[in-house]
C-alpha cells in the first residue's frame, strides 16, 4: 500500500509539473504566433524542427539506460553516460553551424540563414547537462526533474513577450529556444547530489551502445513521425512542381499541430517517466507486470479520448480563438490531429512495457511501420492535396504502428492481447461519436457550442470507460484519494488551531 501511495504521489507531482510546463508552451506559443506573421511562424517551427533532427540521429538514450539498468547507480557508469551527452551535443552545434545554409535554403528561407546557425546553441547548451536528475528517477524521486523542467519553460514564458515584442518575426522563437535549453542545463547541475564528471569506461559504453542504438534507429524514425510531416509542408514548394504548400501553410499547420500536441505532449511525458520505472520493477513476475501494464493502459486510454475529443468536436473554434483569424484554416484538420494523438498516446503503454522488459526493439519496429505515413504525406504535398491529407496519413500510420506494438508485445512477451480490448474499443466510440457530433457543425455556434458539444461526448466516453472497466474506476477514486490528502491534513490542523 505504500509503495502504492508513493507511485500515486509521484503521479500527482508528474502531473503538476507537465500541466505547468505545457501552460508555459502554449502560452509562449500563443504570444509568439500572434505577434508574428504565419509565415514568420512556420520558419520559427522549422527552428525547432532542425534541433530535434541533430537530437534524434544521435540519441543513445543514455540518460534512459540510467533508470533502467540495475547498476544505474553506480558514479562511474553516470560519468560515462555524461561523457556521451557532451559527444553528442558539441557534434550536433558542430553540424548544425556548418549546415545552417543548406536547411534555409531548402526551407525558401535564406534570408534566415544566421537563425540557423544560432540553433547550434540548442545542442550546445544540452552537451554539459547532468544527469543526476534522471538517476533519481530510479527511486521514484521525479522532484528535481520537475524543478528544472518547470524552472526553465517559465524563463522562455517569461521571455516570449518582451523578444516578439522587440523582434516581430522568427528571431523571437530561436532565442526563447536558447532561454529554454540554457535553463535546462543549468537546472539540471543546481539539483545535483553529485559532482559533475565525465570518463571512459568501455564496458559501459558498449552496454549503452546495444541499449541505445535500436532508440538511435528508433529516434530517426520517431523524427520523421514527429516532424516529418512540417519538413514536407515546408519543403514541398522546392520539391515538387505540383506542389501549392507555402510558408503559411506551414504556419498555420504548425499552430494546429502545437495546440492538438499540448495535452498529448502532458500525458506522454507523465506516463512516460512515471511508468517506466513502476513496470521496471515488475518485469520479472510475469503475472504481476500483466496486471501493471493494463491498469495503466485502462488510465491512458481514458486519458487519450480525453485529449483528443474536444479537438474532433470544437478545435477548429479553439484555434481561431486563441492564435486569431488568421489560423482560422486549420479548422479544417485538427480534428484529425486531435484523433492521432489520442491513438498515439495509448501506443506509449504497450512501448514502455517492451522497453522495461529490455525490449527497444519493439518501439523500432512500430515505428517503421508508422513512418509508412510519411509516404502518404509525399503524395499529397506532390499532387496539391489540402493539409487535412498529411494529418489523415498520420492517424493512419498511428493506428496501424499501435497494432504493430501490441502484437509484439504479446509474441515476444507473453503479454495477452484480450486485456486491451475493453478500453481500446471504448476509445474508438468516443471518437465516433465525437465525429459525429462535429459533422452538425456545433462549432458554428461559437463557444457554447464547441463547449457543450465536447463536454457531452467526454461524460459519455469516461461513463462507458468506468462502466466497462470497474477497476479503473477503483484506481480514478485511489488517485483522487492521494491528491486530497495533503489538502485534507492542512485542513485539519487548521481546525485544531
Not at 42 to 62: K, Y
Not at 274 to 289: D, I
Not at 430 to 452: K, P
Request: charged share 10%.
Amino acid at each position: 500500500m505504500k509503495g502504492h501511495s508513493h507511485i500515486l504521489s509521484g503521479a500527482v507531482k508528474l502531473g503538476a509539473g507537465q500541466v505547468t510546463t505545457q501552460v508555459c508552451a502554449f502560452v509562449r506559443s500563443v504570444i509568439i504566433a500572434r505577434l508574428i506573421s504565419p509565415a514568420d511562424y512556420g520558419i520559427a517551427a522549422v527552428f525547432f524542427t532542425a534541433f530535434v533532427l541533430m537530437q534524434q540521429i544521435s540519441d543513445l538514450a543514455a540518460d534512459k539506460l540510467l533508470i533502467q539498468a540495475k547498476d544505474g547507480d553506480d558514479p562511474a557508469f553516470q560519468r560515462s553516460a555524461q561523457l556521451l551527452m557532451l559527444v553528442r551535443g558539441l557534434s550536433n552545434a558542430t553540424v548544425l553551424f556548418v549546415l545552417a545554409g543548406p536547411f534555409s535554403r531548402l526551407f525558401g528561407a535564406p534570408q534566415a540563414v544566421w537563425a540557423f546557425r544560432c540553433l547550434a546553441l540548442l545542442p550546445l547548451a544540452r552537451a554539459f547537462i547532468h544527469l543526476d536528475m534522471n538517476r533519481m528517477q530510479r527511486h521514484l524521486r521525479f522532484g528535481p526533474a520537475v524543478l528544472v523542467d518547470v524552472s526553465a519553460n517559465v524563463l522562455a514564458a517569461l521571455a516570449a513577450l518582451p523578444l516578439a515584442l522587440w523582434f516581430r518575426n522568427y528571431w523571437a522563437m530561436m532565442l526563447v529556444l536558447v532561454v529554454q535549453q540554457g535553463s535546462i542545463s543549468l537546472g539540471s547541475h543546481l539539483v545535483a547530489e553529485r559532482r559533475y564528471g565525465v570518463a571512459w569506461n568501455r564496458d559501459y559504453a558498449k552496454r549503452m551502445f546495444h541499449f541505445g542504438w535500436p532508440l538511435l534507429i528508433n529516434g530517426l524514425l520517431l523524427y520523421g513521425i514527429m516532424e516529418g510531416d512540417r519538413m514536407v509542408i515546408g519543403s514541398a514548394k522546392r520539391l515538387f512542381a505540383g506542389s501549392t504548400y507555402t510558408l503559411t501553410d506551414l504556419g498555420i499547420y504548425s499552430v494546429a499541430f502545437s495546440i492538438s500536441y499540448a495535452p498529448a505532449t502532458l500525458i506522454i511525458n507523465l506516463t512516460g517517466t512515471l511508468f517506466l520505472p513502476v513496470l521496471s520493477r515488475v518485469k520479472e513476475a510475469l503475472a504481476h507486470f500483466e496486471k501493471t501494464y493494463l491498469r495503466c493502459l485502462n488510465s491512458v486510454s481514458l486519458l487519450a479520448a480525453m485529449s483528443a475529443i474536444p479537438f474532433i468536436v470544437g478545435g477548429g473554434w479553439v484555434v481561431s480563438f486563441v492564435y486569431g483569424q488568421k489560423y482560422a484554416a486549420a479548422g479544417g484538420f485538427i480534428g484529425w490531429l486531435g484523433a492521432m494523438w489520442g491513438v498515439r498516446i495509448i501506443r506509449t503503454v504497450p512501448t514502455l512495457a517492451a522497453v522495461a522488459q529490455g525490449d527497444t526493439k519493439t518501439s523500432m519496429v512500430s515505428n517503421i511501420v508508422r513512418s509508412l505515413a510519411l509516404l502518404g504525406m509525399v503524395l499529397a504535398a506532390a499532387t496539391g492535396a489540402g493539409l487535412a491529407w498529411i494529418s489523415i496519413s498520420g492517424f493512419c500510420g498511428e493506428s496501424l504502428a499501435l497494432g504493430m506494438v501490441l502484437w509484439r508485445l504479446k509474441r515476444l512477451h507473453a503479454v495477452p492481447l484480450a486485456g486491451c480490448f475493453k478500453p481500446l474499443a471504448v476509445f474508438g466510440l468516443g471518437m465516433v461519436l465525437a465525429s459525429a457530433v462535429s459533422a452538425t457543425r456545433i462549432e458554428s455556434f461559437g463557444a457554447a457550442g464547441a463547449l457543450l458539444g465536447s463536454l457531452a461526448v467526454l461524460a459519455a466516453t469516461f461513463l462507458a470507460m468506468v462502466l466497462v472497466i470497474p477497476e479503473l474506476g477503483l484506481d480514478l477514486r485511489a488517485a483522487i484519494t492521494t491528491a486530497l490528502s495533503p489538502l485534507r491534513a492542512n485542513v485539519k490542523v487548521a481546525t485544531q488551531v
